[in-house]
Structures are given as C-alpha cells and as structure tokens.
C-alpha cells in the first residue's frame, strides 16, 4: 500500500517561503505522477501545481504561477512544492497525491490521483 507523508507547513508572513514536502514508501513512487492540492476552511480541494513522473512535465494553478515550483527527487521517493511570495489566501491545509496511470503526463483533476497523504496546514498572516 502506496504511504504518502507531508512535512514543512507552518506559520509564515505574507511575502515569506516556505518548502513542502511528501515522501513516498510502499509503492513505485518513480513511476507516478504527483502532484499537490490544497484546502482552504468551507472550500473543496484544488488542484495546486503536478509533475510527471520523469520531472519534465509540469503544470501550474494560475494563481501560483511565478510563485511555486514543483519538483521530485525519485532517489529520495519525495515531493516537493517550494512556495514563494506567500499570500494570506494561500492559507490551507496542502496534501500530496499519487496518479498511477502510466504516462509520462501530468492530470489535475482530483479524481485522477489515487494515493493522497494526510496534509499539513500552511497559514499565511497578513
């Protein structure tokens, strides 16, 4: 059974960065495309930024463009999502997801990811 475990949330300023990660174990973790979905209080999961399975492909919300940047080691089986210039709105609480089809492509529809980790919050003060 794919486990996938996030880390690195926290309290930050607005302007500020923080760096999440997720490890992965259990499962072929080079071989998925991954990505990262958030969710805000009274609000459904969104999809925030994936990439497939070989780094290549990657795709971003437009309200994160030019801010965060997805990336994987597959040695390391991690994720991770490096989140600049926060904002008050990024406040969330930010899971991992595993899509196992094979491809290497990347999906953002929710339904597509098979594996979903725990979550951290991340909250942004103004």
């Known amino acids: 059974q794919v486990q996938l475990v996030e880390s690195g949330g926290g309290l930050v300023q607005a302007g500020g960065s923080l760096r999440l990660s997720c490890v992965g174990s259990?499962?072929?973790?080079?071989?998925?495309?991954m990505g990262w979905f958030r969710q805000a209080p009274g609000k459904e999961r969104e999809f925030v930024a994936a990439?497939?399975?070989?780094?290549?492909?990657?795709y971003y919300a437009d309200f994160v463009k030019g801010r965060f940047v997805i990336s994987r080691d597959n040695a390391k089986n991690t994720l991770y999502l490096q989140m600049n210039s926060l904002k008050p709105e990024d406040t969330a609480v930010y899971y991992c997801?595993?899509?196992?089809?094979?491809?290497?492509?990347?999906?953002?529809?929710?339904?597509?990811?098979?594996?979903w980790g725990q979550g951290t919050q991340v909250t942004v003060s103004s």
């Open positions: 990439v497939s399975w070989s780094g290549r492909n990657t």
């Open positions: 259990g499962g072929t973790f080079s071989s998925y495309a």
């Open positions: 997801a595993a899509d196992r089809t094979p491809g290497d492509y990347v999906r953002i529809r929710l339904s597509f990811y098979n594996y």
